[in-house]
């Protein structure tokens, strides 16, 4: 069974920095590019970013030059760095196998003052 298990996320600061985690379990991980999404209350889910295999990446225009991505293959984690955050990057955010609906139960961003 496909398990994606976000953690990370919490209350910040405009300005400030999170770093999202994302374990996976239950399928061959390499295989798999692999996204982060977020949704915001009353807003379509909105891709942010993919990882390939090899750690190629692109981003959403919303969050480029602010946010990055990486994964470390050997452990099945995605991660998503999150620097300068705003208000409107408030959000449950999601990873996802690309081409998949999110899976897990997401974890809170919200950044407020």
């Known amino acids: 069974e496909v398990q994606l298990v976000e953690s990370g996320g919490g209350l910040v600061q405009p300005g400030g920095s999170l770093r999202l985690s994302c374990a996976a379990s239950?399928?061959?991980?390499?295989?798999?590019?692999m996204i982060w999404v977020r949704q915001a209350p009353g807003k379509e889910r909105e891709w942010l970013s993919s990882?390939?295999?090899?750690?190629?990446?692109w981003y959403a225009d919303s969050v480029k030059g602010r946010f990055n991505v990486s994964r470390d293959n050997a452990k099945n984690m995605v991660y998503l760095q999150m620097n300068n955050l705003k208000p409107e990057d408030t959000a449950v955010y999601y990873c996802?196998?690309?081409?998949?609906?999110?899976r897990g139960q997401g974890t809170q961003v919200t950044v407020s003052s």
């Open positions: 996802a196998q690309i081409g998949r609906a999110p």
């Open positions: 239950g399928f061959t991980f390499i295989k798999y590019t």
């Open positions: 990882v390939t295999k090899t750690g190629d990446a």
